[in-house]
């Protein structure tokens, strides 16, 4: 199965921009990535699922247009841009491995801890 | 809007048996577009999924746990529920229960619960 790299932590100042990013292993470069945001003492939310083509499908409730992924080789990124307070967070990435098959596994990153400054 | 609630004991003795259940609201477990599934997050580290289930029955579980997870379903409370065996200090963690599309396009977990915190201590 996959296996998905973040960096631990980033920080960023109040009104910049920041991009975050989620690494494949070798091999499984097609594959698309989930992202996830968790607020402190909160359960994930769902932000958006991003492939090499971009986006795919729609994003999650609430999520606003600062918001935007894009994908290239074995990397998934999340990109905020004009960062708010509100959105100081860890951002998890996760995938399917299977799906399709009689066999579906979830794999995530390790999560990223972003810092408003 | 559909909801998740984690519930269960938050304190596990080594060796014994974790038991969760999550209670939906605002929508039926009995629908064939979803599949519902726990995931957890040890103190200070990233999310492990531990597996699915569908209305029906059918489950998916991490190969890591197999051995040790059960998860069930309720379709008469709506609610479903993970038991995992023989704990240990390891498996302290926020569980979190989720709602994912059957569709692979768009089967991403969405909503989650808040979680619950178990810490597996003597």
Redesign the interface.
Known sequence: QPVLTQPPSASASLGASVTLTCTLSSGYSNYKVDWYQQRPGKGPRFVMRVGTGGIVGSKGDGIPDRFSVLGSGLNRYLTIKNIQEEDESDYHCGADHGSGSNFVYWVFGGGTKLTVL | QLQLQESGPGLVKPSETLSLTCTVSGGSISSSSYYW?W?RQPPG?????IG?IYYSGST?Y??SLKSRVTISVDTSKNQFSLKLSSVTAADTAVY?C?RRKVV????????????TLVTVSS
């Open positions: 599934g995931i580290k990233g999310l492990e999924w699915s998916y991490n190969p979190y989720a692979p396009t768009t089967n991403w977990f969405d909503p989650w619960g808040q979680g």
